[in-house]
């Protein structure tokens, strides 16, 4: 995802329930019970913002659970909300307690368990958030989901959480004016004339592959829509509103190459389809799987979107394939994204290795430290909107990239691609993430993980050099000067002698060290062959640190 400075106040409102099962991040957890698969019908209709749906939710029941819960935002004082009708299994109506925004139903004794159960929820309200009914850019009517992080429950009974996986479909009803897109592959759209003989369109599409629910979406508007090509028989299309299907199919094209480069980076794209959406999502881009949704103001027709297209299309991968399993460690779906988005930019550079995107990124970390002195993984957040932060993206970013020199490219990606594959289209935590790089490169990285993703800050260096001409040697000396932690790192410099007095155009010797610092004050002697006139720290960009010289 992709901020966008929001226009309007932003309010979640957070309820915390005590208890065993309580995840670090908050949100009650059903151990025994794992959702199968939703289907939801919804209808929307063009006189009123009041939707009709009902959910069909399958499930596992691990063992006999009384109580199933599920998240649906009620109707709230200003009457919006959702409003239950029934709830009922076949034809058997159960017993249930909407309260607090969540739902509590009664399973009957007569489930067998452990064992796989149905029931269907019947509802209707106004949706309070999670499906925007707004007006788009040229005046028309349309319809967004929009879910992340927790906003699918204003208009989903669900369980609203990344760790518990899904398949879904929906099946929509709207006038025939709009087109419909979701995630998955369109089963099928057709006319009908329902009794009040309104003529209505219902569009029925269909994701086999489980997604958290953050991630679901319809998308109804006037759209004008093309398949791109195929990346290794995936159709990549671009919806766009039917007034910007020029630009529009300009700007999202680019969509096809990036597809083709994360699948050769990776390994295969999980879903049927990739649906690059124009919408009016609150974010700037929003990577509904399968049915990406971009901001409705990202159409220019000047075909610079590729960076904003990269990274929500690397979430495919990563946040919608593998998926966080606890809200704090979201920088495995920012970081890759904001690390591979940075890949894909300079992959389209002849030569360039990614220093200009650390360079910037470093700054933004380094600036935002002096502001939060917080951790990567930050368990103190409940208000899940504050993890899109920093931290989660830049920071996330070059966690990736510090372990890439840390293990040379061909580990690297050999444990990405295996990180991928061993998670793909399931959940995973940070320390996943770590054993399968362990197993790669074949060492431990516990502290490597430590330092850089648990602990809050980086390392700030002082340091100073002599030359020794008659020794032929420098000297140098390194002090770690932040409180929080030594950190253990090696600090990549460059030794440069003066450019060649005969063509001052020539650049002079140079040679490359990296030197471990493994305490909080080390001192070095190096061995030099010609005259130093200079020492660069990091010259490749390959370290997170701030540095400050002094003079001896
Ligand atoms: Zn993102």
């Given at each position: 995802?992709?901020k966008?400075?929001?226009?309007?106040a932003y309010i979640?409102?957070?309820?915390?329930?005590?208890?065993?099962s309580?995840?670090?991040?908050g949100?009650?957890?059903?151990?025994d019970?794992?959702?199968?698969?939703?289907c939801?019908r919804?209808?929307?209709?063009?006189?009123?913002?009041?939707i009709?749906?009902s959910?069909?939710i399958?499930?596992?029941?691990?063992k006999?659970?009384?109580i199933?819960?599920l998240?649906?935002v009620?109707?709230n004082?200003?009457?919006?909300?959702?409003?239950?009708?029934?709830?009922?299994?076949g034809?058997h109506?159960?017993?249930?307690?909407h309260?607090?925004?969540?739902i509590?139903i009664?399973?009957p004794?007569?489930?067998?368990?452990?064992?796989?159960?149905?029931?269907?929820?019947?509802y209707?309200?106004?949706p309070?958030d999670?499906?925007i009914?707004?007006?788009?850019k040229f005046?028309?009517r349309?319809?967004?989901?929009?879910?992340?992080?927790d906003?699918a429950?204003?208009?989903l009974?669900?369980?609203d959480?990344p760790?518990?996986k899904?398949?879904?479909?929906f099946?929509?009803?709207?006038p025939?004016?709009y087109?419909v897109?979701s995630n998955?592959?369109?089963?099928?759209?057709?006319p009908v004339?329902p009794a009040?003989s309104t003529?209505?369109?219902?569009t029925?599409w269909?994701?086999d592959?489980?997604v958290?629910?953050?991630?679901m979406?319809?998308g109804?508007?006037d759209?004008?829509?093309e398949?791109?090509?195929?990346?290794?028989?995936?159709?990549?299309q671009s919806w766009v509103?039917a007034?910007?299907?020029e630009?529009?199919?300009i700007d999202?094209?680019?969509?096809?190459?990036?597809?083709?480069?994360?699948?050769?980076?990776?390994?295969?794209?999980?879903?049927?389809?990739l649906?690059?959406?124009?919408?009016?999502?609150i974010?700037?881009?929003?990577?509904?799987?399968?049915?990406i949704f971009y901001?409705?103001?990202?159409i220019?027709g000047k075909?610079?979107l590729?960076?904003?297209?990269?990274h929500e299309i690397?979430?495919q991968?990563?946040?919608?394939?593998v998926t966080e399993n606890d809200?704090?460690?979201?920088?495995?779906?920012e970081g890759?994204?904001?690390?591979?988005?940075?890949?894909?930019a300079?992959?389209?550079?002849?030569?360039?290795?990614l220093?200009?995107?650390m360079?910037?990124?470093?700054?933004s970390?380094?600036?935002?430290y002096?502001?939060t002195?917080k951790?990567?993984i930050d368990?103190?957040?409940?208000?899940?909107?504050?993890?899109l932060n920093?931290?989660?993206?830049?920071?996330?970013a070059?966690?990736l990239?510090m372990l890439?020199?840390?293990?040379?490219?061909?580990?690297?990606?050999?444990g990405?691609r295996n990180?991928?594959?061993a998670?793909?289209d399931k959940?995973?935590?940070?320390?996943?993430l770590q054993?399968?790089?362990?197993?790669a490169?074949?060492?431990?990285?516990?502290?490597?993980?430590f330092?850089?993703l648990?602990?809050?800050?980086?390392?700030?260096?002082?340091?100073?050099?002599?030359?020794?001409?008659k020794?032929?040697r420098?000297?140098?000396d390194?002090?770690q000067?932040q409180?929080?932690?030594?950190?253990?790192?090696?600090?990549?410099?460059e030794l440069?002698?003066?450019?060649?007095v005969?063509?001052?155009?020539?650049?002079?010797k140079?040679?490359?060290?990296?030197?471990p610092?493994t305490?909080k004050?080390v001192h070095?002697t190096?061995p030099?062959?010609?005259?130093?006139?200079?020492?660069?720290?990091?010259?490749?960009i390959?370290?997170?640190?701030?540095?400050?010289m002094?003079?001896r």
């Amino acid at each position: 995802m992709i901020k966008k400075i929001l226009p309007f106040a932003y309010i979640i409102l957070w309820f915390i329930v005590p208890g065993i099962s309580l995840a670090k991040d908050g949100y009650h957890r059903n151990p025994d019970v794992d959702i199968i698969h939703y289907c939801f019908r919804i209808y929307l209709n063009d006189s009123t913002d009041r939707i009709e749906g009902s959910a069909g939710i399958t499930f596992n029941l691990a063992k006999k659970t009384r109580i199933l819960e599920l998240d649906l935002v009620g109707k709230n004082s200003k009457g919006s909300g959702m409003v239950i009708d029934r709830i009922e299994s076949g034809t058997h109506l159960l017993t249930y307690q909407h309260e607090n925004n969540r739902i509590e139903i009664e399973i009957p004794d007569t489930l067998k368990t452990p064992g796989t159960f149905t029931l269907s929820v019947n509802y209707s309200g106004i949706p309070a958030d999670g499906l925007i009914i707004s007006k788009n850019k040229f005046g028309e009517r349309t319809f967004f989901g929009d879910n992340w992080p927790d906003r699918a429950r204003n208009w989903l009974p669900c369980v609203d959480h990344p760790s518990d996986k899904a398949t879904v479909e929906f099946i929509v009803s709207a006038p025939e004016k709009y087109k419909v897109v979701s995630n998955g592959l369109l089963i099928a759209g057709f006319p009908v004339i329902p009794a009040n003989s309104t003529r209505n369109w219902v569009t029925h599409w269909k994701e086999d592959v489980p997604v958290p629910t953050k991630v679901m979406v319809i998308g109804a508007a006037d759209f004008a829509w093309e398949t791109v090509g195929l990346s290794k028989g995936i159709p990549i299309q671009s919806w766009v509103y039917a007034q910007d299907r020029e630009p529009g199919f300009i700007d999202y094209k680019p969509a096809l190459d990036i597809v083709n480069y994360y699948q050769d980076l990776i390994g295969p794209y999980s879903y049927e389809k990739l649906a690059n959406v124009q919408s009016r999502t609150i974010f700037g881009g929003m990577e509904n799987s399968g049915c990406i949704f971009y901001y409705e103001g990202s159409i220019t027709g000047k075909n610079q979107l590729h960076s904003l297209l990269a990274h929500e299309i690397a979430h495919q991968w990563f946040g919608d394939a593998v998926t966080e399993n606890d809200w704090h460690h979201i920088w495995i779906s920012e970081g890759f994204a904001t690390y591979l988005e940075a890949c894909y930019a300079d992959s389209l550079i002849p030569d360039r290795k990614l220093d200009a995107s650390m360079a910037d990124m470093r700054k933004s970390v380094i600036e935002y430290y002096e502001k939060t002195h917080k951790p990567v993984i930050d368990t103190t957040i409940r208000n899940y909107m504050d993890l899109l932060n920093t931290n989660s993206y830049q920071k996330g970013a070059w966690v990736l990239h510090m372990l890439r020199q840390e293990l040379g490219d061909k580990v690297f990606w050999t444990g990405i691609r295996n990180f991928y594959a061993a998670y793909r289209d399931k959940n995973a935590m940070t320390s996943d993430l770590q054993s399968v790089m362990e197993e790669a490169s074949g060492r431990s990285l516990r502290d490597f993980f430590f330092q850089w993703l648990d602990i809050p800050g980086q390392p700030v260096i002082q340091w100073s050099w002599t030359y020794n001409k008659k020794k032929s040697r420098v000297e140098i000396d390194v002090e770690q000067t932040q409180s929080q932690h030594n950190f253990v790192f090696k600090l990549p410099l460059e030794l440069c002698g003066a450019p060649s007095v005969a063509d001052p155009a020539k650049p002079g010797k140079s040679a490359y060290y990296q030197v471990p610092i493994t305490e909080k004050k080390v001192h070095v002697t190096l061995p030099v062959y010609f005259p130093i006139r200079e020492i660069r720290l990091d010259p490749k960009i390959q370290l997170l640190f701030q540095g400050k010289m002094v003079t001896r």
